[in-house]
């Protein structure tokens, strides 16, 4: 009669099908990198002035602004006539977002003001930072 053996039959029943589960997975990393904020840094990092308070901020657009008073953006430099379509395209992809200027000790208080009322009239909460 033909008995099969039980190892040969434990063998056929151990086959996974592992594609359901890997497409789960990547459908889980689209979704994390799609919501996901990135912060761009400026570029700089300038001497910034002391301050007796500080308090916590997390900002998804950061302006610096060096002790010759360029405005730097995402590693890149711009003068302050070319910094409002900048800022307009980050809070165009993120428009919840909140502002910080990093302003160098030696920066003119005019450009930081400028740069801050400019992220002002747009609608982004926005401070300057100290150390």
Known sequence: MGRRSRTVIEDED???????MLDVVF?????FIVTSVFVKTPGIDPNRPDANTDVKWDPTIIVAISSNNEVWIDKRPYELNEVRPVIQSMKDENPKAQGEIIGDRAAEVGAVMEVQSMMTEMGIA???ATN
């Open 14 to 20: 151990t086959e996974l099908n592992m594609t359901p």
């Open 126 to 128: 926005t401070r300057v």
């Open 27 to 31: 459908i889980l990393l689209i979704f």
